[in-house]
């Protein structure tokens, strides 16, 4: 009997820049030297004492299954991260702990969108909330958020998205994957929109942390009563404390929601990793100061590849304000022939920076954004100097 894939998987677009890892890594394995500005995630290693915190909870045999939702201790400690932090007053019952970030916002997208119903996303955007809303057979709507307004989205972009059908709206502050930080006008301007429209608002805050020049992090959800009632705040472990592979992420939310959310969770990976939940847990409660020398070195790459990016020719690079990420528009290259390579789009473009520079890229069109490529700057000092001077050699030939 033949497989029938369902519609809502079946309308998910497969990545094209698989493309572009594949080529880097069948290029690897013949032995040439690429070099990767493309990476998710903190080069530093995990701090030790999280580590201790796992290992501990192993030798003291917490390796079995926790409440769906997460360890009790964990999610006060959550919730009290949230009032010390954010100004936001959340009951542990609001909380719920997930397989990282990116299972929050599928769960929140499972428990509140029904098929049919429209989500709008400021784009550029995290190249997974379009598909997410796919897969539970809503519509992503995107609406750009211009580079010349520090991709900040307009009030009018978002009315002219509007519909009848429109059901969310969801982004990220600071973003992925242009460093971003929206401003309180933008926020407001979003909380006023969501509630003339009646609409849920996802706020995913992720990188808050990982902040310069004197940014600040603002939650939606600290604007208003109103604002907060009709915000899912996400967030996680894996950018700010290097715990990617820990797999450690959680939201919070009107009880309701976050109730609906846990069922969701509990018929599909029931609870996060237990010893992870542990060491989750030490990390949050520790001074928070441990984080200093971890900023002040992404803060340093950032000057110098933001810098070394918009030197270059025909590229563009705003100075980004958040996360690790720098998100240069190289679209006045495009219908030219560089170093024997058609540029066309971000997909051509990238394959150029590949094989002509061997430096590896994410082009912008998996972030809705074809005029640009996304770097990050979560690696060492001097990849960026090699990658900076490997990009300029190749572009001025």
């Known amino acids: 009997m033949p497989f029938t894939i369902s519609h809502f998987v079946a309308s998910v677009a497969p990545s094209a820049t698989l493309a572009v890892s594949a080529k880097a890594a069948a290029m690897r394995a013949d032995g040439v030297d690429v070099l990767s500005l493309s990476a998710g995630e903190p080069d530093f290693d995990t701090p030790d004492f999280i580590k201790d915190a796992a290992i501990k ?18 999610r006060a400690a959550i919730a009290a991260k ?9 009951s542990p019952e609001e909380v719920l702990v997930s397989c990282g970030a990116k299972q929050s916002v599928y769960n929140v997208f499972h428990a509140l969108l029904n098929p049919g119903d429209e989500v709008i996303i400021p784009a550029p955007c995290w190249v997974s909330y379009p598909e997410m809303a796919r897969l539970v057979g809503a519509k992503p709507v995107i609406v750009p958020a211009p580079a010349e307004r520090d991709f ?28 971003a930080v929206f401003s309180r006008a933008t926020l407001e301007t979003i909380a006023d929109f969501a509630r003339a ?32 009632a009709r915000t899912v705040v996400v967030n996680g472990h894996s950018k700010t404390y290097a715990m990617t592979g820990w797999r450690i992420g959680y939201a919070a939310g009107p009880r309701a929601v976050i109730h609906a959310m846990g069922n969701i969770q509990s018929h599909t990976t029931s609870n996060p990793n237990t010893p992870a939940q542990y060491a989750a847990l030490a990390a949050l409660t520790a001074d928070q100061k441990f984080l200093d020398p971890f900023i002040a070195a992404f803060d340093r790459r950032r000057r110098a590849l933001a810098e070394g990016l918009a030197r270059l ?11 690790f990420y720098a998100f240069p528009d190289f679209s006045a290259l495009y219908g030219r022939k560089i170093g024997g390579f058609e540029v066309r789009d971000s997909l051509t473009c990238a394959t150029a920076l590949l094989e002509g520079a061997h430096v590896a890229t994410v082009p912008g069109e998996g972030f809705c954004a074809d005029a640009h490529q996304r770097f990050s700057y979560a690696v060492r000092d001097s990849a960026i100097a090699d990658g900076l001077a490997r990009l300029a050699k190749f572009l001025a030939g």
């Open 82 to 90: 949230f009032k010390r932090e954010n100004g936001l007053s959340y």
């Open 152 to 179: 900040n989205p307009t009030r009018e972009a978002l009315e002219r998205a509007a519909t009848r059908r429109t059901r969310m709206i969801v982004f990220s502050t600071p973003g992925n994957p242009t460093g």
């Open 57 to 74: 909870a192993i030798r003291d045999g917490k390796t079995k299954y926790t409440d769906v939702r997460g360890i009790g201790d964990l």
């Open 197 to 228: 429209r009646d609409l849920l608002i996802i706020s995913d805050e992720i990188y808050e942390k990982l902040l310069y020049d004197g940014a600040q992090h603002l939650s939606i959800a600290s604007l208003s009563d109103d604002a907060k």
């Open 313 to 323: 020719p025909g590229v563009a690079c705003r100075m980004p304000q958040g996360a």
